[in-house]
T-cell receptor, first 114, second 114 residues
Framework: AQSVTQLGSHVSVSEGALVLLRCNYS??????LFWYVQYPNQGLQLLLK??????LVKGINGFEAEFKKSETSFHLTKPSAHMSDAAEYFC????????????FGTGTRLKVLA | DGGITQSPKYLFRKEGQNVTLSCEQN?????MYWYRQDPGQGLRLIYY???????QKGDIAEGYSVSREKKESFPLTVTSAQKNPTAFYLC?????????????FGSGTRLTVV
């Protein structure tokens, strides 16, 4: 069965510092992996996704993530944090059983300090 | 522009009342989903529908009901049987390759029991 674990429910970084949000997954089949961002009282917006091919994927707002099969990880990074990056971030893995369902992690709230 | 519209944005329910949350999409997506979001618990799937006139229970369907009479619409009714309905509700949609392309989310409805 598929599962997702996000390490750290809250992460604080200084403006201009590296952002690293951790996501580990468990899947019995080759996974499709996603990162979504949620701003307060809003829906989720797709940041980036890995399906097949290149393991380093780039998304919107300068974020990127690397799929590491050996470590079952899909960590999200950004070289330099901006105040506008403050939000909640969710990692998700698809349940590739034909139902288009995802399993979401519990989320990581990113705080950016001035 | 295509997207998903959820209404209302805020909803207040008295004890014992049923309430219906609206979700409409103009993306021509086949699949639609309802998620419940509680602090620290991530997103939990309530119901999903892959085609018109068909839907399946998710992980926390008790106390909720849905219908899918039109491709564009997937309303969620929170019944009086749902003992703790206060939460943020998110509707999403995807095409038949949703596991590959990702979901599009609405902006959510915040339901509060008064």
């Amino acid at each position: 069965a598929q599962s997702v674990t996000q390490l750290g429910s809250h992460v604080s970084v200084s403006e201009g510092a590296l952002v690293l949000l951790r996501c580990n997954y468990s899947s019995s089949v080759p996974p499709y992996l996603f990162w979504y961002v949620q701003y307060p009282n809003q829906g989720l917006q797709l940041l980036l996704k890995y399906t097949t091919g290149a393991t380093l994927v780039k998304g919107i707002n300068g974020f990127e993530a690397e799929f590491k099969k050996s470590e079952t990880s899909f960590h999200l990074t950004k070289p330099s944090a901006h105040m506008s990056d403050a939000a909640e971030y969710f990692c998700a893995v698809s349940v590739t059983s034909g139902t288009y369902k995802y399993i979401f992690g519990t989320g990581t709230r990113l705080k950016v300090l001035a | 522009d295509g997207g998903i519209t959820q209404s209302p944005k805020y909803l207040f329910r008295k004890e014992g009342q049923n309430v219906t949350l609206s979700c409409e999409q103009n993306l021509n997506h086949d699949a639609m989903y309802w998620y419940r979001q509680d602090p620290g618990q991530g997103l939990r799937l309530i119901y999903y529908s892959q085609i018109v006139n068909d839907f399946q229970k998710g992980d926390i369907a008790e106390g909720y009901s849905v219908s899918r009479e039109k491709k564009e619409s997937f309303p969620l009714t929170v019944t009086s049987a749902q003992k703790n309905p206060t939460a943020f509700y998110l509707c999403a949609s995807s095409n038949t390759q949703g596991a590959f392309y990702g979901y599009t989310f609405g902006s959510g409805t915040r339901l509060t029991v008064v």
